[in-house]
């Protein structure tokens, strides 16, 4: 499917535009990481929790993360922020190449320049690469994918095969997300009814066949843990009602012009709408067939149930080229150069506000402060550290996921072990690995930000209530502390 009306000049001019549109990107986003002043957030320190024990799943998600982080700490040989968050910037920069790759083999290099730098200041990439999550290895191995797919396209050649199993392979051990890649390439072979899309030649079903053994340690691992993740899966999509949640889709809607970008996603929808009712292309249509049926099954997800913002991430790979293709060519440049401009003040903006993420540094005219969500973990451990210094405690104690996180983290250098109470069947990974059950100690803190610990409490002889401390920055409000000694068995 690649082009062959470009010269070589054309290529190499836009080539190197590209790199030094990435570069430069690349490099401010670096810098940024480095002054980023904003604390983890507990999602974050959570996967940071994981990658200190490497393993083949974990309770929410698969395991592709936690060796990311693993990796970037240890080339960094520290657990900083930065460290932890290192590998953000870093994907997404080579996702914006592997679209780069993927547009040229499409459409030419001027497309594929755009689509490069489209996806990387999408105003979702820019925020994402200011912490670490789950997405930014998801969107590259997909991306890597959706590129050994348009390969197949061109050759049915068993190494395309064997590269897009393995793609695919680490994409959904990265998210289960991944699995959307089967589902569009089916319908893309049910649309066409061409022997040259992939579904209908071995080498792709080779390709599932290499992506399904690759998630067989990750099954074995939950056949271990009672499919923990599997059943923490069914609980997010939460399927259990049939009234419809209009608020929660156009909540969710609304939210793609944030993660896409006004122009972007409005340019998306008018070319969809578009394209069902004109004829097009077979580029074209292998984009919609990556893109649209996606963004479609979370838009019912949001009816039914809920749906996050990110939940459609993988949508806009294939968005991303289809909508470059649509301003470079199809529409006045001025709607790509405003779009552009936009979401490159953005992707500033972004960059230098999170150097200002302290508490107190940035503040909106109504008092808000737009990163509380990522402050306060500092002045909890700060509290707790000081308690643990005052009297001899065996180990430190949480029973909520946001606390157990936090405190595994900032606490990382104390000996004391960190423990989850476990009530019944595990609620998150803390108290599947590291629950005060499975390793009972005499003398006990238990950090508490809810009243509700008579369930603990009444499990130890000994419970000395050491009041309230009052938490300044962030979402926490205040934590009660416990010293619990001589647990009643």
């Known amino acids: 499917m690649q082009s062959g009306n470009e010269n070589e000049y054309a290529f190499q001019k836009y080539l190197t535009l590209t790199l030094f549109a990435l570069g430069g990107i690349f490099v401010l986003r670096l810098m940024s990481l480095w002054y980023n002043n904003s604390e983890l957030y507990f999602d974050e320190a959570q996967y940071w929790f994981w990658s200190q024990d490497p393993a083949f799943g974990y309770f929410s998600k698969p395991p592709v993360l936690a060796w990311i982080i693993a990796i970037t700490t240890e080339i960094c040989g520290s657990d900083h922020s930065f460290c ?53 290895a998801l969107l590259f191995f997909w991306s890597v994918a959706l590129y050994c797919y348009v390969r197949l396209i061109e050759e049915h050649d068993l190494k395309w095969g064997l590269a897009l199993g393995i793609a695919l392979g680490l994409a959904v ?31 792709f079903w080779l390709a599932m066949a290499v992506a399904a053994m690759m998630l067989i340690p990750n099954i074995i691992w939950n056949l271990h843990n009672s499919f923990v993740t599997v059943s923490h899966t069914g609980e997010n999509i939460g399927w259990s009602g049939v009234n419809p949640n209009w608020s929660g889709l156009a909540e969710f809607f609304g939210s793609q012009f944030g993660v896409f970008g006004p122009i972007l996603f409005g340019m998306f929808i008018a070319t969809v709408i578009r394209m069902m009712r004109d004829s097009i292309s077979f580029k074209h249509r292998f ?18 149930s809920k749906a996050y913002a990110n939940w459609a991430a ?21 709607w790509l150069k405003t779009s552009t401009a936009l979401h490159s003040m953005m992707a500033g903006a972004i960059a230098i506000a999170v150097c200002f993420a302290a508490p107190g540094q940035l503040v909106l005219p109504n008092g808000a402060q737009p990163f509380a969500r990522t402050q306060g973990a500092s002045e909890i451990a700060d509290i707790v550290a000081k308690e643990l210094d005052l009297k001899p405690y065996d180990a ?29 069947s595990p609620r998150d990974h803390f108290q599947l690995v590291s629950a005060f059950q499975d390793n009972p100690q005499e003398t006990v803190l238990l950090v508490a930000r809810y009243d509700q610990v008579e369930g603990i409490t009444g499990k130890f002889k000994q419970v ?26």
């Open 314 to 334: 993988v949508t806009y790979i294939a968005a991303t080229l289809l909508v470059a293709e649509i301003l470079v060519n199809r529409v006045p440049h001025a």
């Open 396 to 424: 430190v104690l949480t029973f909520d996921r946001k606390l157990s996180a936090l405190l595994a983290y900032n606490l990382r250098d104390r000996k004391e072990l960190k423990q989850a109470w476990r009530s019944n």
């Open 173 to 203: 051990n990265a998210k289960y997300a991944a699995v959307y890649f089967l589902g569009c390439a089916l319908l893309h072979a049910w649309i066409e009814q061409r022997e040259m899309t992939p579904p209908r030649k071995r080498p």
């Open 464 to 489: 000395e209530n050491l009041g309230v401390r009052l938490i300044s920055a962030g979402e926490t409000g205040s934590i009660t502390l416990y010293r619990l000694s001589g647990i009643i068995r």
């Open 84 to 136: 932890v968050r290192l590998s953000a910037p870093v994907i997404h920069t080579a996702t914006a190449a592997m679209l780069f790759l993927i547009a040229h083999r499409l459409f030419n290099a001027q497309v594929a320049f755009w689509a490069a730098l489209l996806y990387a200041t999408m105003p979702a990439v820019s925020l994402s690469s200011t912490i670490i999550s789950t997405d930014i």
């Open 287 to 304: 984009l919609l067939v990556f893109s649209v049926p996606i963004i479609s099954v979370i838009l019912f997800q949001a009816v039914i």
